[in-house]
């Protein structure tokens, strides 16, 4: 008899063909009711992460929140991480990476610790390293994650629910639909607040080098303040699948 295998388990055909016209939170509460306690989310605490993570506590107060600490961010997303900690009462489990940050930097030939010359290589030790330990430790069955279409072009084809062989989950993207403006208006509604980084002009947030993450010039998209100039667009943590990192 053939076993049914966790990735056939759902519909995700006429789930994501549902979810194009359902707005977030009823999408999140779809979630939480489907996978109770075997749900988990991810957050970078950027610049709009209170609006995922509202809607997320909203209906499930003990979700896990997986926050990669990769050892180069900004003083100010901590601090934003633990404002939002104290304010909405979050279960957060910080994957740090297993790098001295400064050896890191001397082993990899890095000598300006304000720049990256091999910006893929650092992502893959501090960043996508940390996020597959997490979810080998913590095996999800699903996995809500932050991301919008309107983002990049890397995030236009995205579904609302996939299956993602890497992780062996259901990545899920609630916001996927919403547009810079949709967010501002749920911020305002529920009065969550920005990164503090937001007022300095920087709209997408990761690590401290210039080389990662810069404040948006004008008319520029919110993404081009990453990695400015190289080309890429993703840090690898939103990939499903690994032949595609």
């Not at 076993?3 to 789930?15: G, I, P, Q, S, Y």
Request: hydrophobic share 35%; with cysteine.
């Amino acid at each position: 008899m053939h076993e049914v295998t966790e990735r056939e388990k759902l519909d995700v055909e006429a789930l994501n063909e549902l979810f194009e016209k359902e707005q977030p939170g009823k999408i999140v509460q779809w979630s939480a009711a489907e996978f109770g306690e075997e749900l988990m989310m991810t957050s970078s605490f950027g610049d709009q992460a209170a609006v995922l993570i509202h809607m997320a506590v909203r209906v499930k107060p003990d979700i896990r929140v997986v926050f990669v600490d990769t050892g180069y961010l900004f003083p100010e997303t901590h601090r934003f991480m633990e404002a939002l900690r104290r304010r909405l009462n979050l279960r957060i489990w910080a994957y740090r990476t297993v790098n001295d940050p400064v050896a890191y930097l001397h082993q990899a030939g890095e000598e300006n610790h304000t720049w990256r010359k091999d910006i893929n290589a650092c992502c893959a030790a501090n960043k996508n390293d940390p996020m597959e330990r997490a979810m080998m430790e913590l095996r999800p069955r699903a996995w809500l994650r932050g991301i919008r279409r309107q983002q990049a072009e890397t995030r236009k084809q995205a579904a609302f629910i996939e299956w993602s062989s890497r992780y062996g989950c259901y990545a899920i993207s609630p916001l996927l639909n919403w547009t810079s403006r949709d967010v501002g208006s749920y911020m305002k509604e529920h009065d969550l607040p920005y990164h503090p980084l937001v007022e300095k002009g920087y709209l997408s947030i990761g690590c401290n080098p210039l080389s990662c993450t810069r404040p948006a010039q004008i008319g520029e998209d919110a993404r081009e303040g990453r990695w400015a100039g190289t080309g890429k667009l993703e840090c690898g943590i939103n990939s499903l699948d690994s032949a595609g990192l």
